[in-house]
């Protein structure tokens, strides 16, 4: 009698690829919804923390309450999903989420700003589940489309993250007709946008792509590669993974100390919401709708000139809002070049990150990129809050220029000496 064939222990290409077109489907949906969570939360907090607090600096800890959110929860979200699979981590990350828009929308009902900037940190959520979302579509992505891959999820949050700032003023009317008070409704919206992008992750995003990716890589999934310790070591040894996560935590800096102090200035220079709504969603549009060209590119070019590309971007960027001045229009091109900048440290430093280390090992490395990269962000938030405040928003853009400006001469240094 002849036994019955074993089932291989690797996937076929064929199923691989059909796995991978469903997986980049299903991210790219979640980020569709979940940006929109996220974009609310850009765009409001730091007028509402401003308005609570009657204190320009403290406004500048609302957005460095969202990006130590994000910090916070990197690490939890890479453990899920070292555990469970990248639909573990996701889910984690967005209910995080969806509980603190719910604590948000209670602290604008008391007016309690300490409250809210903790709701704010749960908020972060929706950020860390946005970057993890983006390591996720390379899990089974060939080498050389690595890139291009992820760029395709980040392209997704545009539509969500382009629509969410302008959707804060009706969202706003909404509420306060359903009974809530002013500038809650747009909180409330986003607990529903990141309920949502978690039922598609928990009900759609089968098979796992991390658990594939490494029955196909014949590995097993140890203890280890959950731990930071591995990150570290991991990092020691890969001097290309740690160059990136260099790029990708001063361009993620630069962008949040800019971004967040911005909706506070037009404030003060008398813009509305509807105004600083179209500032931010550019600004937003800048971030997302060109990575595809910028993952082409990173596959193309490589990532490493992609990387001195964007620092060249955030360079400019700083220029321009630095000496605006009261020019809307001055402020708006120099925030659509800051979303161009990070778009370019994300895609080509992402996709340097993952490519330079084994598969059994990303969860971990990955989650440490997030936690340092939000956790410069989130220092560098509450530095630009003291900075505008008692200096000038001017000022705040010569800091974070002299910042870029020394990160892309050595990268560029560096790579020219190992070419």
């Known amino acids: 009698m002849t036994s019955a064939p074993t089932k291989p222990a690797v996937s076929p290409p064929d199923r691989i690829q059909r796995v991978q077109r469903r997986t980049l489907a299903v991210l790219s949906a979640a980020q569709i919804v979940g940006g929109v969570g996220v974009a609310v939360g850009l765009a409001l907090s730091s007028v509402v923390v401003d308005e609570l607090s009657r204190?320009?600096?403290?406004?500048?800890?609302?957005?460095?309450?969202?990006?130590?959110?994000?910090?916070?929860?990197?690490?939890?979200?890479?453990?899920?999903?070292?555990?469970?699979?990248?639909?573990?981590?996701?889910?984690?990350?967005?209910?995080?989420?969806?509980?603190?828009?719910?604590v948000?929308?209670?602290?604008?009902?008391?007016?309690?700003?300490?409250?809210?900037?903790?709701?704010?940190?749960?908020?972060?959520?929706?950020?860390?589940?946005?970057?993890?979302?983006?390591?996720?579509?390379?899990?089974?992505?060939?080498?050389?489309?690595?890139?291009?891959?992820?760029s395709l999820v980040v392209w997704a949050s545009t539509i969500g993250s382009v629509a969410g700032p302008n959707l804060a003023e009706p969202a706003d009317r909404i509420g306060r007709s359903l009974g809530l008070v002013e500038k809650a409704g747009p909180f409330a919206f986003a607990a529903l946008a990141f309920a949502l992008a978690m039922v598609v992750i928990l009900g759609f995003l089968r098979p796992d792509p991390l658990q594939l990716a490494r029955a196909g890589a014949r590995e097993e999934d140890s203890g280890g590669n959950r731990t930071i310790r591995t990150a570290w070591r991991t990092l020691r040894t890969t001097p290309m993974a740690r160059r990136a996560l260099v790029m990708i935590?001063?361009?993620?800096?630069?962008?949040?100390?800019?971004?967040?102090?911005?909706?506070?200035?037009?404030?003060?220079?008398?813009?509305?919401?509807?105004?600083?709504?179209?500032?931010?969603?550019?600004?937003?549009?800048?971030?997302?709708?060109?990575s595809p060209v910028v993952g082409w590119l990173a596959d193309k070019a490589g990532k490493v000139p992609v990387l001195v590309l964007g620092s060249a971007l955030l360079l400019a960027a700083a220029a321009l809002a630095g000496t605006a001045g009261h020019r809307v229009w001055q402020v708006t091109a120099a925030l659509v070049l800051l979303?161009?900048?990070?778009?370019?440290?994300?895609?080509?430093?992402?996709?340097?990150?993952?490519?330079?280390?084994?598969?059994?090992?990303?969860?971990?490395?990955?989650?440490?990129?997030?936690?340092?990269?939000?956790?410069?962000?989130?220092?560098?938030?509450?530095?630009?809050?003291?900075?505008?405040?008692?200096?000038?928003?001017?000022?705040?853009?010569?800091?974070?220029?002299?910042?870029?400006?020394?990160?892309?001469?050595?990268?560029?240094?560096?790579?020219?000496?190992?070419?």
């Open 55 to 102: 204190s320009t600096v403290i406004s500048g800890f609302a957005g460095t309450a969202t990006v130590l959110g994000a910090a916070l929860l990197a690490l939890p979200t890479a453990k899920a999903s070292g555990r469970g699979g990248r639909r573990a981590g996701l889910s984690l990350a967005y209910a995080a989420a969806l509980v603190g828009c719910a």
């Open 104 to 150: 948000s929308v209670l602290a604008i009902s008391l007016r309690n700003w300490p409250l809210l900037l903790a709701g704010l940190v749960l908020v972060g959520g929706g950020s860390a589940a946005s970057l993890a979302a983006c390591y996720s579509a390379t899990d089974l992505s060939p080498k050389d489309r690595s890139a291009r891959h992820l």
């Open 249 to 290: 935590a001063v361009s993620h800096t630069a962008m949040v100390s800019v971004m967040s102090m911005t909706p506070v200035k037009l404030h003060h220079d008398g813009s509305n919401l509807d105004v600083i709504g179209i500032v931010i969603s550019l600004h937003i549009a800048g971030m997302y709708v060109l």
């Open 339 to 419: 979303g161009l900048g990070w778009s370019c440290g994300l895609v080509a430093g992402s996709a340097l990150v993952t490519e330079s280390v084994p598969i059994e090992r990303r969860p971990a490395v990955q989650g440490l990129s997030d936690l340092l990269m939000n956790v410069c962000g989130a220092t560098g938030t509450i530095v630009a809050g003291a900075i505008v405040g008692l200096l000038g928003y001017g000022m705040l853009g010569l800091v974070v220029g002299i910042m870029v400006a020394l990160a892309g001469l050595w990268l560029t240094v560096v790579w020219r000496r190992t070419t």
